[in-house]
């Protein structure tokens, strides 16, 4: 289904969590995700914070790489709850966010 692992959703999670800490880490890490990677990355993100449905999740990557202007890091960084957002994501795709957290703990 998605390209992008859910350990590497949580991995983003985790270290948005700790961005005063993190923030060069963080970026590093989504500048090294694919260009799907990262489409997916902010559609979780829409799902999460409802400008998306989960069964809409398909277009919800089409327009993250159709409306892509500034980097990826950049944008999502910008969000606000952004944890909240990619946790709430996960949980409509059916995913475990904290299955997914608690693996890399």
């Given at each position: 289904m ?81 944890s ?9 795709l ?12």
């Open positions: 998605l390209e992008i692992s859910p350990r590497k959703v949580a991995q983003v999670i985790l270290m948005s969590r700790e961005l005063h800490r993190a923030e060069g880490e963080l970026r590093a890490f989504i500048d090294r995700l694919s260009e799907d990677e990262q489409a997916e990355l902010v559609a979780i993100m829409w799902i999460g914070r409802e400008s998306f449905d989960a069964e809409d999740l398909i277009d919800a990557i089409a327009t993250a790489k159709a409306e892509a202007s500034i980097p990826c890091a950049d944008y999502l960084l910008g969000t606000p709850h952004l909240d957002h990619l946790e709430n994501g996960l949980d409509a059916g995913i475990s966010a904290t299955a997914a957290e608690d693996d890399l703990m």
